[in-house]
């Protein structure tokens, strides 16, 4: 690309951010400028042919973003091992000042609503590329009718790993310590490296959850629709108090269009990031939440809830009612008794040198009901097991070695970007393009090796001569049993009648209920 082809395409990024990022007349010169600077131009092109058009937010990837990064490649501005650093700058320099979102933000919500108010800061964070909506749009999904309900599944494509060359770069910087996390609000702005991702194109909203200062951000991921993540100021350590389970309800308040949740707080059943309060949410209808009751409950206490065991794989107690007060105290006693909750026919053991007994809650408000989905949860381990008593026993590790997490307790399993490639390598064994003492099966640091006994597995119930249609069939059809096997390892009460027995038990003397 010529210098001149390049200064065309600034002249188009401005154009975009005059249309979709809410860039004010006043501050036409000053972004212009700033992005001269950045590529080390002394002049725009006087072409504004574009000034008018009305830009396709898909199309600004191809178009404009990815050839003007292509070129300060070319012209040594940036390497292709910070292409994305570099190209979050660029976009950071066209997006509005935190201050301006907020006050934009605020507008909205006055004149149209705070629905209207959460669309334009979704399209906002799109149209800066904060979520790379060209990479998210890559993941491969689709849906398995389980034997307990639908399970949603998708192949993360959005989030690249690092080859070798960016790894050991990365080691060899020096680590700062700030941010302490990816979750810290001191994020904002930030330029990133290869260790810690930019966020200069990062805005989110101050909310007030009990008296404290939090923020709502759109996750960069977006594993469903409006992935939003909500965080506390400070950085201090996740953790399910009887104020989180208040600090969910009244996020629902404000945000009534949301469902929001939380981690729970432990090792392996608690997510990746243990270090920072956060809850997870958005605007999807989750598997989970179809699943209708098993067996109902009633408290003499709490006359006005609707209690019931959920029929899902994990085990979900779903508590709702109109008052947010009664759902809270119920919700803080479910969460108290089951803390301290031992039934070893079970195998469930609360605390031995540590706690082992937590719950994943989810809050929803429908139409002014609320409705509390509280998954039990433990984290024991043992010889056999070291991964987790209530985890996948290792011969699913090929799949999902992760702990399993809110996101998928829900029913939507988020699998590794690796297997796309790995599994196409599987097909081959099974339509007899390689042969059974090919490396990728025999070399242990192969990585189709760690799918061998699926493979083989296969290979015995259907053999070698498949077509690529049904060899594809076969590995999909196993992956969504596997799925459903994981789901049913994370429950602490299993779908047995030795597990309901257990799960009553817990439901009639730990929470003093009777069935309805």
């Given at each position: 690309?010529?210098?001149?082809?390049?200064?065309?395409?600034?002249?188009k990024?401005?154009c975009?951010?005059?249309?979709?990022?809410?860039?004010?007349?006043?501050?036409k010169?000053?972004?212009?400028?700033?992005?001269?600077?950045?590529?080390?131009?002394?002049?725009?092109?006087?072409?504004?042919s574009?000034?008018?058009?009305?830009?396709?937010?898909?199309?600004?990837?191809?178009?404009?973003?990815?050839?003007?990064?292509?070129?300060?490649i070319?012209?040594k501005?940036?390497?292709?091992?910070?292409?994305?650093?570099?190209?979050?700058?660029?976009?950071?320099?066209?997006?509005?000042?935190?201050?301006?979102?907020?006050?934009?933000?605020?507008e909205?919500?006055?004149?149209?609503?705070?629905?209207?108010?959460t669309?334009?800061?979704?399209?906002?964070?799109?149209?800066?590329?904060?979520?790379?909506?060209?990479?998210?749009?890559?993941?491969?999904?689709?849906?398995?009718?389980?034997?307990?309900?639908?399970?949603?599944?998708?192949?993360?494509?959005?989030?690249?790993?690092?080859?070798?060359?960016?790894?050991?770069?990365?080691?060899?910087?020096?680590?700062?310590?700030?941010?302490?996390?990816?979750?810290?609000?001191?994020?904002?702005?930030?330029?990133?490296?290869?260790?810690?991702?930019?966020?200069q194109?990062?805005?989110?909203?101050?909310?007030?959850?009990?008296?404290?200062?939090?923020?709502?951000?759109?996750?960069?991921?977006q594993?469903?629709?409006?992935?939003?993540?909500?965080?506390?100021?400070?950085?201090?350590?996740?953790?399910?108090?009887?104020?989180?389970?208040?600090?969910?309800?009244?996020?629902t308040?404000?945000f009534?269009?949301?469902?929001?949740?939380?981690?729970?707080?432990?090792?392996?059943?608690?997510?990746?990031?243990?270090?920072?309060d956060?809850?997870?949410?958005?605007?999807?209808?989750?598997?989970?939440?179809?699943?209708?009751?098993?067996?109902?409950?009633?408290s003499?206490?709490?006359?006005?809830?609707?209690?019931?065991?959920?029929?899902?794989?994990?085990?979900?107690?779903?508590i709702?009612?109109?008052?947010?007060?009664?759902?809270?105290?119920?919700?803080?006693?479910?969460?108290?008794?089951?803390?301290?909750?031992?039934?070893?026919?079970?195998?469930?053991?609360?605390?031995?040198?540590?706690?082992?007994?937590?719950?994943?809650?989810?809050?929803?408000?429908?139409?002014g009901?609320?409705?509390?989905?509280?998954?039990?949860?433990?984290n024991?381990?043992?010889?056999?097991?070291?991964?987790?008593?209530?985890?996948?026993?290792?011969?699913?590790?090929?799949?999902?070695?992760?702990?399993?997490?809110?996101?998928?307790?829900?029913?939507?399993?988020?699998?590794?970007?690796?297997?796309?490639?790995?599994?196409?390598?599987?097909?081959?064994?099974?339509?007899?393009?390689?042969?059974?003492?090919?490396?990728?099966?025999?070399?242990?640091?192969?990585?189709?090796y760690?799918?061998?006994?699926?493979?083989?597995?296969?290979?015995?119930?259907h053999?070698?001569?498949?077509?690529?249609?049904?060899?594809?069939?076969?590995?999909?059809?196993?992956?969504?049993?596997?799925?459903?096997?994981?789901?049913?390892y994370?429950?602490?009460?299993?779908?047995?009648?030795?597990?309901q027995?257990?799960?009553?038990?817990?439901m009639?003397?730990?929470?003093n209920?009777?069935?309805?």
């Open positions: 690309m010529t210098e001149d082809s390049a200064k065309i395409k600034l002249n990024l401005m975009h951010a005059k249309k979709n990022l809410w860039m004010e007349k006043e501050d010169y000053y972004v212009l400028n700033s992005l001269l600077d950045l590529f080390g131009f002394d002049a725009p092109a006087p072409d504004n574009d000034e008018n058009r009305d830009f396709n937010i898909d199309d600004v990837q191809s178009e404009i973003i990815d050839p003007l990064v292509d070129y300060a070319q012209k501005l940036t390497t292709k091992e910070e292409r994305i650093l570099f190209e979050t700058k660029m976009m950071g320099l066209i997006t509005p000042a935190p201050s301006a979102v907020n006050r934009k933000f605020d909205i919500e006055k004149k149209e609503g705070k629905e209207a108010a669309d334009a800061l979704f399209k906002l964070s799109k149209a800066n590329n904060y979520l790379r909506m060209c990479d998210i749009n890559k993941n491969i999904k689709w849906r398995h009718h389980g034997s307990l309900g639908d399970i949603e599944i998708t192949i993360n494509l959005s989030k690249p790993e690092k080859d070798p060359k960016e790894i050991a770069l990365a080691k060899s910087l020096p680590q700062s310590g700030y941010p302490a996390c990816m979750l810290c609000a001191s994020n904002l702005g930030f330029a990133g490296n290869l260790n810690h991702p930019a966020r194109t990062l805005r989110y909203i101050p909310i007030t959850l009990t008296n404290e200062q939090w923020y709502m951000q759109f996750s960069p991921y594993c469903y629709r409006e992935h939003l993540i909500a965080f506390s100021e400070q950085h201090r350590p996740m953790a399910v108090t009887a104020d989180s389970l208040k600090r969910l309800i009244e996020f308040d404000i009534p269009h949301y469902f929001i949740g939380s981690n729970a707080a432990l090792p392996i059943v608690g997510g990746s990031i243990l270090t920072h956060h809850y997870q949410g958005g605007r999807k209808v989750l598997p989970m939440f179809k699943a209708e009751s098993r067996r109902p409950y009633k003499e206490n709490f006359k006005d809830l609707k209690i019931e065991i959920v029929n899902w794989y994990n085990s979900v107690i779903r709702s009612g109109q008052d947010a007060n009664s759902v809270h105290k119920f919700s803080s006693l479910v969460l108290e008794k089951w803390r301290e909750w031992t039934d070893e026919s079970v195998e469930i053991i609360a605390k031995t040198t540590e706690e082992h007994n937590a719950i994943t809650p989810i809050a929803r408000n429908e139409n009901r609320y409705i509390f989905d509280m998954i039990l949860r433990n024991r381990t043992d010889e056999k097991r070291p991964y987790g008593i209530f985890h996948p026993e290792e011969r699913l590790h090929n799949i999902k070695k992760e702990g399993i997490g809110i996101i998928e307790v829900m029913g939507l399993f988020i699998l590794p970007g690796r297997l796309k490639n790995e599994l196409h390598e599987a097909e081959k064994f099974l339509i007899g393009e390689k042969e059974m003492n090919d490396k990728a099966l025999t070399d242990s640091k192969s990585p189709v760690k799918h061998r006994n699926m493979i083989l597995e296969l290979i015995e119930a053999g070698r001569k498949n077509t690529k249609e049904d060899a594809k069939k076969f590995i999909i059809d196993k992956i969504n049993h596997i799925c459903e096997e994981i789901l049913e994370t429950a602490v009460f299993k779908n047995t009648e030795k597990g027995n257990a799960f009553d038990r817990f009639t003397e730990g929470l209920l009777s069935k309805a």
